[in-house]
Nanobody, 116 residues
C-alpha cells in the first residue's frame, strides 16, 4: 500500500555532516507524524527525532543541537540534517511514518558510518 524509501547515508568523518531523506509513496491520503530512528551494531533500535504534520519537533537528548528534522508535506518527504557527527552516531537510520487510516510503516534503512 505505502512505501518509505530512505537515502543519503554514507561514510563521513567525525565533525562532518550528512542529510538523510525519506520519501513516502503509494496510496497516501494524509501522513501524520514522521520520524527517524537508528540502530547501531549490536544495539536496540533507538529514537532520534519526530516531526508532526504541523511541524512540531522532538529530539533525543543525544542529538539535540546537532540534528534537525524537517518535512515537505507536498513531497511526502521527511529530512534529517545531521551536523557535528560523532563516531557514536554510526548506525542504520530508519524512517517511520504514521499514515491516516493505513497505520504505521518503516523504511528499510540507510547506513551512516562516522569514521576517520
Amino acid at each position: 500500500q505505502v512505501q518509505l524509501v530512505e537515502s543519503g547515508g554514507g561514510l563521513v568523518q567525525p565533525g562532518g555532516s550528512l542529510r538523510l531523506s525519506c520519501v513516502a509513496s503509494g496510496n497516501i491520503f494524509v501522513i501524520n507524524g514522521m520520524g527517524w530512528y537508528r540502530q547501531a551494531p549490536g544495539a536496540k533500535r533507538e529514537y532520534v527525532a519526530t516531526i508532526s504534520r504541523e511541524g512540531g519537533t522532538i529530539y533525543a537528548d543525544s542529538v539535540k543541537g546537532r540534528f534537525t528534522i524537517s518535512r515537505d508535506n507536498f513531497k511526502n518527504t521527511v529530512y534529517l540534517q545531521m551536523n557535528s557527527l560523532k563516531v557514536e552516531d554510526t548506525a542504520v537510520y530508519y524512517c517511520n511514518a504514521d499514515f491516516h487510516t493505513l497505520g504505521n510503516y518503516w523504511g528499510k534503512g540507510t547506513l551512516v558510518t562516522v569514521s576517520s
